[in-house]
């Protein structure tokens, strides 16, 4: 099964374990409706998934966790019955896995083999394996394919999401698309499909949407405002980057190829374990939250309700984070200002005075911005900042952002949609690994990115004339 | 109070309900709900006190008394007995202090139980100091202004070392400011068996205070402890709805992720909080030694800043509503001292109520919750 | 220092140790499962007054003990009820509940024993007795949380109830059978402090060893041996600074009556890092909130 992020597969996958239940529609399990959606239930009836987030108690040791998901006595068996048990497994699938550290020490391809022998143990007949590949090494990957041949050859079911296009080809006999919610392709035959097809299955035709698009903005790219040299950290190797007033440059990717340590580095949250960020010339201060306000980035986080707002309080509040007088105003005056922002920014609320908790995902994300942008920011680091929003909220927020470019800003913008991103990119990056494929530019050869997307860079011919050759020389 | 702006700030937020874990709204129809019916902060309070009252009802009959004598006596030994009212001002005044702090301390979620032993530093200390040689002759505004700096500071460096043990090695402030009491009861016994013990006295206690002592007020018929103590509860009003650390402990306790993200180190806000908590306690310390006590004596530590826990939730960590639920369980002590003993009833029965009253408050709050939180 | 550790010292130790380690031992299960009791205190609290009540009206210090574990598994379930099915925040209602028990004990105390009258002490139950039982319940504990399914599942629930949750295991229940468990003992506890070394009971007469308990727990890294070895290192200092109290010594006595809660101190800044806290401790549990 193909999608993007947030297609609905994970979701479609929680329902056949009983973790979700559906609003309507049955589910047959091996001939048999599912009329109770517990996960214990489910369970019993041979079907396990593989989550994304690993369900292995991570002090337990591997042995131990197979005893957890499937008890065979109310005491525990010895060591070396336990061990014999996990061993057998290991045989038998020809999966790898140490018994003697807890599991929170294992490699996440120890975990994962480690969930798939818990679920093969129960004898499961169904296996759901959610983006298995995704944290797996090329070589884990592979050996994980051959593992799932084989056991759909023993007569297994398996369901195998990913967004990986080789592996569909590689592995899978029947493949379903899967886009915002609905099947594009469903359940046809591999065999019928080639790359190019399932690529812009995944990924949809252009949608035209009413922000302002990137062609219909004028030009004035100032000088380098926000300059990212070789920096590094846990997952990010060695980002070069450059951001010019005026520009809006769009990182692509799939999630967790090292988008999380860009944003945590450039918020200030997190120091770069090599590498310098400039914002104006200037060295940025981390670790010092409000001296962002002081080099004029403004921050769009990911999670708005983590980082960005503080649900319980009210908006007015909210819009004073980060940015609080040491003697505040009165509360009347506080709303007096707060409501004409909330006016400015068409924030649709029941009034200043009302808790950030109240307000719809769009109207929390305007908040954000309204605090944000106010203050004519010259850097603006938006991370996904359409995530959750209906359409025409997400039309509006990108009309903002790109806004404050034609203003003058350099906007960075992390994101998921690639339509969205093509629709304000100047340039767009594809974050893979923690490195940066590209730039592209417009017009944005769809195929070319899905690919670099899902790691096949094999086709991928970047015409680097494109690059701003200004861009080289800006860099202090 | 309008004009400082404080009341309708916070009556309605309540610091201590559990957020869904992830941030997520327990019910998108909280909010609807929350407008038509009168706000539980308010009602809370007032329906545990009666609750707890009713209780204490059921216990006096089994006690073999009648509760409507037992509690027309008690409230008769408020309001008409000739003392009741400052009596009661007098015995609020630390339990006001002291719960200033914990709810402080509580609205930034930093929980600390230990202002006994905050209270009793800020007694040693500041006794130690107007008393000491060269020092207590000196005339009393000075040395009151000496003792309640020394009460303060000395409060706030006990509570100071709880938050350096959770800051620098992740003790846990509930426990570590617990053991500290016990520590500060030993260093009572010590300090006044030898450092500042009265020569004159035959059992350990410091000297008398002299002129550090705080005479009754006119009118009031109490100590300057109490005004101060009062004064407290709209400047830290203030401090929450007009000053950026009052706004910093509420995000604190909201959420210390995005104060970390946009405001500061949210480490530094704790310390902060623990001193100030501290603080206050042991003000509550040295104006109890001057205005009452008179001098330090081996029986000064009487549970009172467990007492304060009662009076900050009862309160709703509300500086107004603490000052408000310190007046009424000060009252309960004062009304029951007379009743209890006229009706031959345990002098502890009013610390029973007290409790109850906490505990009615914490399970009203979970009601309210999923009262709330579930009905449609 | 040789009039110090003699063998009536070791055996104090022993005896002052014993309640403390019943009280954490079962504070190990009910925060292993994920549910932080910070009503030990009261919990020991009740049960010691439960356990003196019944010790003396029956004259048997055994029935006092089983009164005392009947009390405490009746306050855990209370607690239960509050946290984990009530989802009350955990801190607050656990120092209500302490407050509450410290001040119901003494109110029954004075209204049994008015003042001036002298409680009677108890029959009190020998140290050959105590340690016994201690050792039968740590072995039965240790073997409990180690080697029974149950064990494992009740780990798995204070670590990532979503996994267990996933796996099929209650969640609720397991939690409010650990919290049992731990009140139990924590009542066992404070009935042993009463019907062993002390034979009376006196308001607030357990002074803490409830937090100490806590305390001790977060030593021990959430384990059975380590948190009783734990207690014993309380117990002896208790029992040091007993003798040292009639004794001439260079620091003053109170230093040692403080002595037990600094190295309680200290263990926990010690440990507090080190040790691996339950991940889900504190945190009510709601299916899919994450």
Redesign the interface.
């Given at each position: 099964m193909l999608g993007s992020n947030g297609a609905g597969k994970s979701t479609l996958m929680k329902v056949l374990v009983g973790l979700e239940k559906p609003d309507e529609g049955t589910v047959h399990l091996l001939g048999a409706p599912i009329d109770r959606f517990e996960p214990g239930l489910v369970r019993a009836r041979g079907i396990a998934m593989v989550q994304q987030h690993f369900t292995l108690v991570p002090t337990l040791t591997a042995g131990e966790n197979l005893i957890l998901a499937r008890p065979t006595n109310r005491r525990l068996p010895d060591r070396a019955s336990s061990r014999a048990r996990l061993d057998a497994l290991v045989e038998r699938y020809g999966l790898e896995v140490r018994n003697d550290v807890p599991a929170g020490e294992l490699s996440v391809g120890e975990q994962q083999r480690l969930e798939l022998l818990r679920a093969l143990d129960a004898n499961a007949q169904v296996l759901l394996l959610d983006e298995p590949t995704a944290v797996l090494t090329d070589a884990e990957a592979a050996r994980l394919l051959f593992v799932c041949r084989s056991l759909a050859d023993e007569g297994r079911a398996v369901a195998f999401i990913t967004h990986r296009l080789a592996e569909v080809f590689d592995g899978c006999d029947r493949v379903s698309v899967l886009r915002e919610g609905r099947g594009v392709i469903v359940d046809q035959p591999v065999a019928d499909h080639n790359r190019a097809d399932l690529a812009s299955a995944m990924i949809g035709a252009a949608t035209t949407g009413t922000f302002s698009k990137r062609s219909a903005r004028e030009h004035h790219l100032g000088p380098s405002r926000l300059s990212m040299t070789t920096v590094s950290s846990a997952t990010l190797r060695a980002i070069d980057l450059d951001v010019r007033g005026g520009e809006i440059v769009g990182i692509a990717g799939v999630d967790g190829n090292g988008q999380g340590d860009l944003e945590a580095l450039l918020s200030g949250r997190q120091t770069p374990t090599g590498g310098t960020v400039h914002i104006d010339g200037q060295v940025m201060a981390v670790a010092e939250p409000r001296a962002r306000l002081g080099f004029g980035v403004a921050y769009v986080p990911s999670d708005r309700y983590r980082w960005g707002l503080v649900r319980p309080m009210e908006l007015a509040d909210n819009l004073e984070l980060g940015r609080v007088p040491l003697r505040r105003q009165r509360r009347r005056d506080r709303h007096t200002g707060a409501r004409q922002a909330l006016i400015d920014w068409n924030v649709r609320s029941a009034g200043p005075g009302a808790k950030a908790s109240s307000l719809s995902g769009g109207n929390a994300q305007k908040l954000v911005l309204a605090r944000e942008l106010g203050g004519d920011p010259g850097v603006v680091l938006a991370c996904y900042p359409t995530r959750g929003l209906d359409p025409d909220a997400a039309d509006v927020v990108a009309q903002r952002l790109v806004e404050r470019a034609v203003a003058g800003a350099a906007v960075l913008w992390i994101g998921a949609e690639l339509d969205e991103l093509f629709a304000v990119s100047d340039r767009l990056f594809v974050m893979s690994d923690g490195k940066l494929i590209g730039p592209f530019v417009a017009p944005f050869d769809r195929l070319a990115i899905g690919l670099a997307m899902a790691g096949d860079t094999t086709d991928l011919v970047v015409d680097l004339t494109h690059e701003p050759s200004i861009e080289r020389a800006a860099r202090p | 109070m309008t004009s400082l702006d404080a009341s309708p700030m916070t009556l309605d937020d309540d610091p201590l309900e559990e957020s869904a874990p992830n941030g997520r709204p327990r019910n998108r129809h909280q909010r609807g709900q929350r407008a038509v019916t009168v706000s539980p902060s308010v009602i809370v309070p007032v329906a545990s006190l009666v609750c707890a009252l009713l209780v204490g009802a059921i216990v006096i009959v089994v006690d073999g008394a009648n509760p409507f004598e037992v509690y027309r006596s008690v409230a008769a030994g408020v309001f008409i007995d000739n003392r009741g009212l400052s009596d009661t001002a007098t015995a609020a005044t630390p339990l006001i202090l002291i719960a200033l702090g914990y709810a402080l301390a509580y609205r930034a979620r930093v929980f600390t139980i230990g202002a006994e032993g905050q209270y009793l530093l800020g007694a040693i200390v500041s006794v130690g100091v107007v008393t000491a040689d060269g020092v207590r002759d000196l005339p009393g505004p000075v040395l009151i202004a000496l003792g309640v700096m020394a009460g303060a500071l000395a409060g706030a460096a006990w509570g100071g070392i709880t938050g350096v043990l959770w800051t620098r090695f992740g003790a846990s402030i509930v426990i570590s400011s617990l053991m500290l009491v016990y520590v500060a009861q030993a260093l009572l016994q010590w300090s006044i068996r030898v450092p500042i013990r009265d020569p004159e006295s035959f059992v350990p206690a410091s000297r008398q205070l002299g002129n550090a002592q705080l005479g009754e007020l006119p009118f009031l018929g109490t100590h300057l402890g109490f005004v101060v103590a009062v004064a407290c509860g709209p400047v830290l009003a203030w401090l929450f709805a007009r000053h950026r650390v009052g706004y910093r402990i509420s995000v604190l306790g909201h959420n210390p992720s995005a104060l970390d993200a946009n405001e500061v180190a949210s480490r530094r806000v704790v310390m902060m909080v623990v001193l100030a908590a501290g603080g206050l306690a042991g003000l509550a310390g040295f104006f109890e030694m001057s205005g009452v006590n008179g001098r330090l004596g081996s029986s000064a530590s009487l549970g009172l800043g467990f007492t304060g826990i009662i009076v900050a939730l009862l309160g709703r960590l509300h500086p107004i509503g603490v000052v408000a639920a310190g007046l009424a369980i000060a009252g309960l002590d004062i009304g029951f001292e007379v009743s209890a003993r006229s009706h031959d009833l345990p002098s502890s029965l009013v610390g029973v109520i007290q409790a109850l009253v906490v505990v009615f408050v914490v399970a009203g709050d979970a009601l309210a919750a999923r009262f709330i939180g579930e009905g449609e | 220092m040789s009039t110090i550790f003699t063998l009536a010292t070791i055996a104090a130790a022993l005896r002052l140790s014993i309640p403390v380690a019943l009280a954490a031992m079962g504070a190990v299960v009910s925060e292993r499962s994920g549910v932080l009791n910070?009503g030990v205190e009261g919990m020991m609290l009740s049960g010691a007054f439960a356990a003196y009540s019944a010790a003396e009206a029956t004259g048997s210090p055994w029935i006092g003990l089983l009164a005392g574990t009947g009390v405490g598994a009746l306050t855990g379930a209370l607690l239960v009820l509050?946290v984990v099915v009530?989802?009350?925040?955990q801190?607050?209602?656990g120092?209500?509940?302490t407050?509450?028990a410290?001040?119901?004990t003494?109110?029954l105390f004075?209204?049994n024993y008015?003042i001036g009258q002298v409680p009677p002490r108890l029959n009190r139950i020998g140290l050959v007795g105590l340690v016994v039982m201690t050792v039968v319940l740590v072995v039965v504990v240790y073997y409990l949380l180690?080697?029974?399914?149950?064990?494992?599942?009740l780990?798995?629930v204070g670590?990532?109830p979503?996994?267990?949750?996933?796996?099929?295991?209650d969640v609720v229940r397991i939690r409010s059978i650990a919290t049992v468990i731990g009140g139990s003992f924590a009542g066992l506890g404070g009935a042993a402090l009463v019907c062993g070394p002390l034979g009376l009971f006196i308001e607030n007469v357990t002074?803490?060893r409830g937090?100490?308990a806590?305390?001790l727990v977060?030593f021990s890294g959430w384990k059975t041996f380590p948190v009783v070895a734990g207690a014993f290192l309380f117990g002896l200092s208790d029992a040091v600074q007993l003798r040292l109290q009639g004794t001439q010594s260079a620091l003053?006595y109170?230093?040692f009556?403080?002595l037990p809660?600094?190295l309680?101190?200290l263990a926990?800044?010690?440990r507090?890092?080190a040790s691996?806290t339950p991940?889900a401790l504190g945190?009510?549990f709601?299916?899919?909130?994450?």
């Amino acid at each position: 099964m193909l999608g993007s992020n947030g297609a609905g597969k994970s979701t479609l996958m929680k329902v056949l374990v009983g973790l979700e239940k559906p609003d309507e529609g049955t589910v047959h399990l091996l001939g048999a409706p599912i009329d109770r959606f517990e996960p214990g239930l489910v369970r019993a009836r041979g079907i396990a998934m593989v989550q994304q987030h690993f369900t292995l108690v991570p002090t337990l040791t591997a042995g131990e966790n197979l005893i957890l998901a499937r008890p065979t006595n109310r005491r525990l068996p010895d060591r070396a019955s336990s061990r014999a048990r996990l061993d057998a497994l290991v045989e038998r699938y020809g999966l790898e896995v140490r018994n003697d550290v807890p599991a929170g020490e294992l490699s996440v391809g120890e975990q994962q083999r480690l969930e798939l022998l818990r679920a093969l143990d129960a004898n499961a007949q169904v296996l759901l394996l959610d983006e298995p590949t995704a944290v797996l090494t090329d070589a884990e990957a592979a050996r994980l394919l051959f593992v799932c041949r084989s056991l759909a050859d023993e007569g297994r079911a398996v369901a195998f999401i990913t967004h990986r296009l080789a592996e569909v080809f590689d592995g899978c006999d029947r493949v379903s698309v899967l886009r915002e919610g609905r099947g594009v392709i469903v359940d046809q035959p591999v065999a019928d499909h080639n790359r190019a097809d399932l690529a812009s299955a995944m990924i949809g035709a252009a949608t035209t949407g009413t922000f302002s698009k990137r062609s219909a903005r004028e030009h004035h790219l100032g000088p380098s405002r926000l300059s990212m040299t070789t920096v590094s950290s846990a997952t990010l190797r060695a980002i070069d980057l450059d951001v010019r007033g005026g520009e809006i440059v769009g990182i692509a990717g799939v999630d967790g190829n090292g988008q999380g340590d860009l944003e945590a580095l450039l918020s200030g949250r997190q120091t770069p374990t090599g590498g310098t960020v400039h914002i104006d010339g200037q060295v940025m201060a981390v670790a010092e939250p409000r001296a962002r306000l002081g080099f004029g980035v403004a921050y769009v986080p990911s999670d708005r309700y983590r980082w960005g707002l503080v649900r319980p309080m009210e908006l007015a509040d909210n819009l004073e984070l980060g940015r609080v007088p040491l003697r505040r105003q009165r509360r009347r005056d506080r709303h007096t200002g707060a409501r004409q922002a909330l006016i400015d920014w068409n924030v649709r609320s029941a009034g200043p005075g009302a808790k950030a908790s109240s307000l719809s995902g769009g109207n929390a994300q305007k908040l954000v911005l309204a605090r944000e942008l106010g203050g004519d920011p010259g850097v603006v680091l938006a991370c996904y900042p359409t995530r959750g929003l209906d359409p025409d909220a997400a039309d509006v927020v990108a009309q903002r952002l790109v806004e404050r470019a034609v203003a003058g800003a350099a906007v960075l913008w992390i994101g998921a949609e690639l339509d969205e991103l093509f629709a304000v990119s100047d340039r767009l990056f594809v974050m893979s690994d923690g490195k940066l494929i590209g730039p592209f530019v417009a017009p944005f050869d769809r195929l070319a990115i899905g690919l670099a997307m899902a790691g096949d860079t094999t086709d991928l011919v970047v015409d680097l004339t494109h690059e701003p050759s200004i861009e080289r020389a800006a860099r202090p | 109070m309008t004009s400082l702006d404080a009341s309708p700030m916070t009556l309605d937020d309540d610091p201590l309900e559990e957020s869904a874990p992830n941030g997520r709204p327990r019910n998108r129809h909280q909010r609807g709900q929350r407008a038509v019916t009168v706000s539980p902060s308010v009602i809370v309070p007032v329906a545990s006190l009666v609750c707890a009252l009713l209780v204490g009802a059921i216990v006096i009959v089994v006690d073999g008394a009648n509760p409507f004598e037992v509690y027309r006596s008690v409230a008769a030994g408020v309001f008409i007995d000739n003392r009741g009212l400052s009596d009661t001002a007098t015995a609020a005044t630390p339990l006001i202090l002291i719960a200033l702090g914990y709810a402080l301390a509580y609205r930034a979620r930093v929980f600390t139980i230990g202002a006994e032993g905050q209270y009793l530093l800020g007694a040693i200390v500041s006794v130690g100091v107007v008393t000491a040689d060269g020092v207590r002759d000196l005339p009393g505004p000075v040395l009151i202004a000496l003792g309640v700096m020394a009460g303060a500071l000395a409060g706030a460096a006990w509570g100071g070392i709880t938050g350096v043990l959770w800051t620098r090695f992740g003790a846990s402030i509930v426990i570590s400011s617990l053991m500290l009491v016990y520590v500060a009861q030993a260093l009572l016994q010590w300090s006044i068996r030898v450092p500042i013990r009265d020569p004159e006295s035959f059992v350990p206690a410091s000297r008398q205070l002299g002129n550090a002592q705080l005479g009754e007020l006119p009118f009031l018929g109490t100590h300057l402890g109490f005004v101060v103590a009062v004064a407290c509860g709209p400047v830290l009003a203030w401090l929450f709805a007009r000053h950026r650390v009052g706004y910093r402990i509420s995000v604190l306790g909201h959420n210390p992720s995005a104060l970390d993200a946009n405001e500061v180190a949210s480490r530094r806000v704790v310390m902060m909080v623990v001193l100030a908590a501290g603080g206050l306690a042991g003000l509550a310390g040295f104006f109890e030694m001057s205005g009452v006590n008179g001098r330090l004596g081996s029986s000064a530590s009487l549970g009172l800043g467990f007492t304060g826990i009662i009076v900050a939730l009862l309160g709703r960590l509300h500086p107004i509503g603490v000052v408000a639920a310190g007046l009424a369980i000060a009252g309960l002590d004062i009304g029951f001292e007379v009743s209890a003993r006229s009706h031959d009833l345990p002098s502890s029965l009013v610390g029973v109520i007290q409790a109850l009253v906490v505990v009615f408050v914490v399970a009203g709050d979970a009601l309210a919750a999923r009262f709330i939180g579930e009905g449609e | 220092m040789s009039t110090i550790f003699t063998l009536a010292t070791i055996a104090a130790a022993l005896r002052l140790s014993i309640p403390v380690a019943l009280a954490a031992m079962g504070a190990v299960v009910s925060e292993r499962s994920g549910v932080l009791n910070l009503g030990v205190e009261g919990m020991m609290l009740s049960g010691a007054f439960a356990a003196y009540s019944a010790a003396e009206a029956t004259g048997s210090p055994w029935i006092g003990l089983l009164a005392g574990t009947g009390v405490g598994a009746l306050t855990g379930a209370l607690l239960v009820l509050f946290v984990v099915v009530g989802r009350s925040n955990q801190i607050v209602t656990g120092i209500a509940f302490t407050l509450l028990a410290s001040y119901l004990t003494t109110y029954l105390f004075q209204r049994n024993y008015s003042i001036g009258q002298v409680p009677p002490r108890l029959n009190r139950i020998g140290l050959v007795g105590l340690v016994v039982m201690t050792v039968v319940l740590v072995v039965v504990v240790y073997y409990l949380l180690q080697r029974t399914t149950f064990g494992l599942a009740l780990g798995a629930v204070g670590e990532s109830p979503e996994a267990a949750d996933a796996l099929g295991y209650d969640v609720v229940r397991i939690r409010s059978i650990a919290t049992v468990i731990g009140g139990s003992f924590a009542g066992l506890g404070g009935a042993a402090l009463v019907c062993g070394p002390l034979g009376l009971f006196i308001e607030n007469v357990t002074g803490g060893r409830g937090w100490v308990a806590l305390a001790l727990v977060v030593f021990s890294g959430w384990k059975t041996f380590p948190v009783v070895a734990g207690a014993f290192l309380f117990g002896l200092s208790d029992a040091v600074q007993l003798r040292l109290q009639g004794t001439q010594s260079a620091l003053p006595y109170e230093f040692f009556l403080a002595l037990p809660y600094l190295l309680t101190l200290l263990a926990l800044v010690l440990r507090a890092r080190a040790s691996r806290t339950p991940a889900a401790l504190g945190v009510a549990f709601v299916r899919g909130a994450h």
